[in-house]
């Protein structure tokens, strides 16, 4: 019993936090929804009062007649989607690799891969902005084997890609942290039952690995999808995705009612995810845990 | 100009917000009951001494990006012995969304004359301490009076801009005259359109002979709807107009007469920069420097006013930012700029001839957001 009272002790600091920088400013965020603004857009009579009676549930009302935010919403699910897709495509092999082959080299290989995250994001994105310009390297590349030019900046196409390259390392690393752990003997012992390269793969180390795509992807797709900067840095006119639709009410408008009630509603949608991946997880710690 | 936040401001701006999100809705919240609309405050006498609340040494200054000229800055940082903090801002709701939620102190800032005159209104701006900006004396006769700013107690005007069209000579020629050329299937993905709803909104008001300066419904559908069906052609929405046309892969942009200036002093073959104000008539405005209620250091944004306002410096300042100064010194400046073409320049006469829009109530400006963001969503 007190054991128990003693390990408890140790959910309190998690708990703060939670309270303080997550339940607390959800409060008030659910209250700006509900509150009006004055005339230059400033949140006033954030609860109402009291708080369910008097508020102006007619912020939540409009979202519901809103189908201006229908494309912008899709366009999240794309973007992030793809970017996830091609994420986990250059993470696999890289993470395989260093884990597999890195040998001495696997810390500083790890540096290596964050090692982007140390330069400023803005700086990054400029560099992104020269490299694809319609005059830039890659253009230029391509102008040398007789193709292009393409516009590969302000549209869709670049928004994947910045966010591919902004979340990267997040796939890279917990698939990096699920091969690293694979016993190597159980690869061996695929080989060794005769199954082929790529039978073992599938049948050994895939499976093995499943819990780090999980979680590489949950890392990529949730932060990808509320993403705003990389649209608004290497898009174009048609790229409006879900989080500048939200940004744009807080620091465009001076809407911050609307702001918060469509925060809200990505909640449910995000929460989709979540539930997906920690039921997926879950399941797959029972089955390590019979076998 | 101003108007040219470069996207390294934006995301600075995005991430302040972001990151200071919940804070300020915290402090929002707490502070939404203290927090009244000053009475009308339009009729205050200038305070008679002024302070500084913080002595830190700092002045905070809040602007558009390329909007100063970074020489004076410094040149100032010397003279009174402060360091000046500078941060960007890409509209003037964003400007208003942060000075008014408390995350962070702002002494000096450079609203547009209408959102000055929303400032004002709500008490938002300290009255200025004349003592402390004597050179005051320069603005001229038609600006001391201002309908955004009776008694020009708030504010002393900084510069004058036109909205028009900038576009590269090699590339489209040299006679754009016409806001229907940002409609010129020739310019598919080369067009870049300012990220402003009243800048781009307006341009169908004017193709339309509608008056830019009202709120009515059906001309702002119909500009919506006009705006949606050009998106094919656009590259991007952007304010940053100085560096997209320098960067090459905007041929044409809509854009701010100075910064017209700007971008001749940046690319390499300025003679192929050019600038037109469209013949259907455009906008035209004033922008202020004023002073945010409850600055940390008063008596230095007021001397940095003053020094601003000092003929010599206006002059410097108008060499850099390519936008004249109102002020009765430096009227003959911009005329003799190297490089400057005679379509960038801007008169008090321009602001006479073209549209300057009346500050709009809150319910109208809705209105026009409502159209904008329905077009961004698209």
Same mark, same amino acid.
């Given at each position: 019993?007190?054991?128990?009272?003693?390990?408890?002790?140790?959910?309190?600091?998690?708990?703060?936090?939670?309270?303080?920088?997550?339940?607390?400013?959800?409060?008030?965020?659910?209250?700006?929804?509900?509150?009006?603004?004055?005339?230059?857009?400033?949140?006033?009579?954030?609860?109402?009062?009291?708080?369910?009676?008097?508020?102006?549930?007619?912020?939540?009302?409009?979202?519901?007649?809103?189908?201006?935010?229908?494309?912008?919403?899709?366009?999240?699910?794309?973007?992030?989607?793809?970017?996830?897709?091609?994420?986990?495509?250059?993470?696999?092999?890289?993470?395989?690799?260093?884990?597999?082959?890195?040998?001495?080299?696997?810390?500083?290989?790890?540096?290596?891969?964050?090692?982007?995250?140390?330069?400023?994001?803005?700086?990054?994105?400029?560099?992104?902005?020269?490299?694809?310009?319609?005059?830039?390297?890659?253009?230029?590349?391509?102008?040398?084997?007789?193709?292009?030019?393409?516009?590969?900046?302000?549209?869709?196409?670049?928004?994947?890609?910045?966010?591919?390259?902004?979340?990267?390392?997040?796939?890279?690393?917990?698939?990096?942290?699920?091969?690293?752990?694979?016993?190597?003997?159980?690869?061996?012992?695929?080989?060794?039952?005769?199954?082929?390269?790529?039978?073992?793969?599938?049948?050994?180390?895939?499976?093995?690995?499943?819990?780090?795509?999980?979680?590489?992807?949950?890392?990529?797709?949730?932060?990808?999808?509320?993403?705003?900067?990389?649209?608004?840095?290497?898009?174009?006119?048609?790229?409006?995705?879900?989080?500048?639709?939200?940004?744009?009410?807080?620091?465009?408008?001076?809407?911050?009612?609307?702001?918060?009630?469509?925060?809200?509603?990505?909640?449910?949608?995000?929460?989709?995810?979540?539930?997906?991946?920690?039921?997926?997880?879950?399941?797959?710690?029972?089955?390590?845990?019979?076998? | 100009?101003?108007?040219?936040?470069?996207?390294?401001?934006?995301?600075?701006?995005?991430?302040?917000?972001?990151?200071?999100?919940?804070?300020?809705?915290?402090?929002?919240?707490?502070?939404?009951?203290?927090?009244?609309?000053?009475?009308?405050?339009?009729?205050?006498?200038?305070?008679?001494?002024?302070?500084?609340?913080?002595?830190?040494?700092?002045?905070?200054?809040?602007?558009?990006?390329?909007?100063?000229?970074?020489?004076?800055?410094?040149?100032?940082?010397?003279?009174?012995?402060?360091?000046?903090?500078?941060?960007?801002?890409?509209?003037?709701?964003?400007?208003?969304?942060?000075?008014?939620?408390?995350?962070?102190?702002?002494?000096?800032?450079?609203?547009?004359?209408?959102?000055?005159?929303?400032?004002?209104?709500?008490?938002?701006?300290?009255?200025?301490?004349?003592?402390?900006?004597?050179?005051?004396?320069?603005?001229?006769?038609?600006?001391?009076?201002?309908?955004?700013?009776?008694?020009?107690?708030?504010?002393?005007?900084?510069?004058?801009?036109?909205?028009?069209?900038?576009?590269?000579?090699?590339?489209?020629?040299?006679?754009?005259?016409?806001?229907?050329?940002?409609?010129?299937?020739?310019?598919?993905?080369?067009?870049?359109?300012?990220?402003?709803?009243? %800048?781009?909104? @307006?341009? !169908?008001?004017?193709?339309?002979?509608?008056? =830019? +300066?009202?709120?009515?419904? /059906?001309?702002? *559908?119909?500009?919506?709807?006009?705006?949606?069906?050009?998106?094919?052609?656009?590259?991007?929405?952007?304010?940053?107009?100085?560096?997209?046309?320098?960067?090459?892969?905007?041929?044409?942009?809509?854009?701010?007469?100075?910064?017209?200036?700007?971008?001749?002093?940046?690319?390499?073959?300025? %003679?192929?920069? @050019?600038? !037109?104000?469209?013949?259907?008539?455009?906008? =035209? +405005?004033?922008?202020?420097? /004023?002073?945010? *209620?409850?600055?940390?250091?008063?008596?230095?944004?007021?001397?940095?006013?003053?020094?601003?306002?000092?003929?010599?410096?206006?002059?410097?300042?108008?060499?850099?930012?390519?936008?004249?100064?109102?002020?009765?010194?430096?009227?003959?400046?911009?005329?003799?700029?190297?490089?400057?073409?005679?379509?960038?320049?801007?008169?008090?006469?321009?602001?006479?001839?073209?549209?300057?829009?009346?500050?709009?109530?809150?319910?109208?400006?809705?209105?026009?957001?409502?159209?904008?963001?329905?077009?961004?969503?698209?």
């Amino acid at each position: 019993m007190r054991r128990q009272r003693f390990w408890g002790l140790f959910l309190l600091p998690g708990g703060i936090w939670l309270l303080v920088f997550f339940l607390l400013p959800m409060a008030v965020v659910f209250g700006v929804s509900v509150g009006t603004v004055d005339e230059l857009g400033r949140p006033l009579e954030v609860f109402g009062v009291p708080p369910i009676v008097g508020a102006h549930w007619e912020n939540w009302e409009r979202v519901l007649d809103d189908d201006t935010i229908l494309r912008p919403i899709l366009r999240s699910f794309a973007y992030a989607g793809a970017s996830t897709l091609l994420s986990l495509a250059i993470a696999y092999p890289v993470a395989y690799t260093i884990a597999r082959y890195g040998g001495r080299w696997k810390a500083l290989l790890l540096i290596l891969v964050i090692l982007p995250f140390w330069v400023n994001y803005l700086v990054r994105t400029y560099a992104w902005l020269v490299l694809l310009g319609d005059d830039g390297f890659v253009n230029g590349a391509l102008d040398l084997a007789g193709l292009g030019p393409y516009q590969l900046t302000n549209r869709g196409l670049a928004v994947v890609m910045g966010l591919t390259y902004s979340f990267l390392p997040f796939m890279i690393l917990p698939i990096y942290a699920s091969i690293d752990r694979i016993d190597p003997r159980l690869i061996e012992a695929g080989k060794d039952l005769y199954g082929t390269a790529a039978a073992t793969f599938r049948h050994v180390t895939l499976p093995l690995t499943q819990q780090g795509i999980l979680a590489g992807c949950v890392l990529n797709f949730l932060p990808g999808f509320g993403d705003f900067i990389t649209a608004d840095l290497l898009g174009g006119p048609g790229v409006f995705m879900i989080g500048n639709v939200i940004q744009l009410q807080f620091l465009g408008e001076g809407e911050w009612p609307y702001g918060a009630v469509l925060t809200f509603m990505l909640i449910p949608l995000l929460m989709v995810v979540m539930v997906w991946y920690l039921r997926s997880s879950a399941r797959a710690a029972r089955q390590v845990g019979r076998a | 100009m101003t108007r040219s936040q470069t996207r390294a401001q934006s995301r600075r701006t995005f991430l302040g917000g972001a990151g200071a999100g919940a804070a300020s809705l915290w402090l929002a919240a707490c502070g939404s009951g203290s927090d009244e609309p000053a009475a009308q405050s339009t009729a205050a006498e200038p305070a008679a001494k002024s302070v500084n609340a913080v002595d830190d040494g700092k002045l905070l200054v809040f602007n558009w990006q390329d909007y100063i000229n970074p020489e004076l800055v410094k040149q100032f940082e010397k003279e009174h012995g402060v360091e000046v903090v500078y941060d960007f801002f890409d509209g003037m709701e964003a400007m208003i969304a942060k000075i008014t939620t408390g995350g962070q102190k702002y002494d000096v800032v450079f609203p547009v004359y209408d959102s000055a005159d929303r400032l004002v209104k709500q008490g938002l701006l300290e009255p200025l301490t004349f003592d402390n900006i004597p050179n005051r004396k320069y603005i001229p006769a038609e600006f001391q009076d201002p309908s955004y700013d009776p008694g020009s107690v708030h504010t002393v005007p900084y510069a004058i801009w036109t909205s028009g069209i900038l576009f590269r000579r090699d590339r489209v020629g040299d006679d754009l005259t016409s806001w229907n050329d940002l409609f010129d299937e020739r310019f598919r993905g080369k067009l870049g359109m300012l990220d402003n709803w009243q %800048e781009s909104l @307006g341009v !169908v008001h004017f193709l339309n002979d509608w008056d =830019a +300066g009202a709120t009515d419904e /059906a001309h702002i *559908k119909a500009a919506r709807d006009k705006l949606i069906a050009q998106k094919p052609l656009v590259r991007d929405y952007s304010v940053d107009d100085i560096g997209n046309m320098t960067s090459g892969d905007f041929w044409v942009h809509h854009g701010w007469s100075g910064d017209g200036y700007q971008i001749k002093n940046k690319v390499k073959d300025p %003679e192929n920069i @050019g600038y !037109v104000v469209p013949k259907e008539g455009s906008f =035209a +405005g004033t922008d202020t420097m /004023a002073i945010v *209620k409850g600055a940390p250091h008063k008596k230095t944004a007021e001397e940095f006013i003053n020094f601003m306002y000092d003929p010599a410096n206006s002059k410097a300042n108008i060499e850099y930012i390519g936008y004249p100064m109102i002020n009765t010194e430096t009227q003959d400046v911009f005329p003799t700029l190297e490089g400057a073409e005679a379509s960038m320049a801007v008169t008090t006469a321009d602001l006479a001839r073209l549209t300057v829009p009346p500050t709009l109530p809150r319910e109208e400006r809705r209105v026009w957001l409502k159209a904008w963001a329905e077009v961004k969503n698209s």
